[in-house]
């Protein structure tokens, strides 16, 4: 999807906001949230008290950040289960799109702005605001698709010249340099010393811990 955003946080006047959004859309739709990177969560856990406080929750349904599964090898080897953002600095808010609804969003600590299409200033210089735009209902199906069906990424701190040793495997208790990292397979080649010669071998990220 087409990520637009500004970093504006002046608010727009109430009588602009009337003539771009309609009060209490009968279909929630879902919208994109650009946030301060790293506040994805932090974003979620105050707009979903601000939506209790404000008494919004008739016009704010869901926050979710899409995230898909990750496995992180750790330096001795072994895998630990983990969730990577597919869209990091982004959060998704299911709403009935209203000024007051809009404003409790924007409003949100660390929240920069929608999605959406930028307007232009009426009068005078500088920018204008984003008019919200929602997300069409087969970019939401696919996002939520590709949370649900996506391969676990593995993820790996190791990196071409660093130095490794095997601990499973045929090669168990070989050490070697790594020579190529394919994270997309979970895999990495290694030199490892057989037989007196270099030999280039293909072994799991799993069957390998780096030397310090």
């Given at each position: 999807?087409?990520?637009?955003?500004?970093?504006?946080?002046?608010?727009?006047?109430?009588?602009?906001?009337?003539?771009?959004?309609?009060?209490?859309?009968?279909?929630?739709r879902w919208?994109?949230?650009?946030?301060?990177?790293?506040?994805?969560?932090?974003?979620?856990?105050?707009?979903?008290?601000?939506?209790?406080?404000?008494?919004?929750?008739?016009?704010?349904?869901?926050?979710?950040?899409?995230q898909s599964?990750?496995?992180?090898?750790?330096?001795?080897?072994?895998?630990?289960?983990?969730?990577?953002?597919?869209?990091?600095?982004?959060?998704?808010?299911?709403?009935?799109?209203?000024?007051?609804?809009?404003?409790?969003?924007?409003?949100?600590?660390?929240?920069?702005?929608?999605?959406?299409?930028?307007?232009?200033?009426?009068?005078?210089?500088?920018?204008?605001?984003?008019?919200?735009?929602?997300?069409?209902?087969?970019?939401v199906e696919?996002?939520?698709?590709?949370?649900?069906?996506?391969?676990?990424?593995?993820?790996?701190?190791?990196?071409?010249?660093?130095?490794?040793?095997?601990?499973?495997?045929?090669?168990?208790?070989?050490?070697?340099?790594?020579?190529?990292?394919?994270?997309?397979?979970?895999?990495?080649?290694?030199?490892?010393?057989?037989?007196?010669?270099?030999?280039?071998?293909?072994?799991?990220?799993?069957?390998?811990?780096?030397?310090?």
């Amino acid at each position: 999807m087409t990520f637009a955003s500004d970093d504006s946080h002046n608010t727009p006047q109430r009588s602009d906001m009337e003539e771009e959004t309609t009060k209490a859309s009968v279909t929630p739709r879902w919208y994109a949230v650009q946030v301060a990177s790293g506040c994805e969560k932090r974003v979620k856990a105050n707009l979903e008290q601000r939506i209790q406080t404000l008494d919004v929750a008739d016009r704010i349904f869901q926050i979710e950040i899409p995230q898909s599964a990750a496995v992180k090898i750790r330096k001795d080897g072994s895998r630990q289960q983990t969730d990577e953002k597919i869209f990091p600095g982004y959060v998704l808010v299911q709403m009935a799109m209203d000024d007051e609804s809009w404003q409790v969003v924007k409003n949100t600590p660390h929240v920069i702005n929608f999605v959406g299409a930028e307007q232009k200033r009426r009068y005078g210089r500088g920018r204008g605001h984003v008019k919200p735009v929602p997300l069409s209902h087969s970019e939401v199906e696919r996002i939520f698709r590709q949370r649900e069906e996506a391969e676990p990424v593995v993820k790996t701190h190791l990196a071409p010249g660093e130095k490794i040793e095997v601990v499973s495997g045929p090669f168990k208790e070989f050490d070697g340099e790594v020579i190529e990292v394919s994270p997309e397979r979970s895999k990495l080649k290694a030199l490892l010393s057989i037989f007196g010669r270099d030999t280039p071998v293909e072994l799991e990220f799993n069957q390998v811990r780096k030397l310090s």
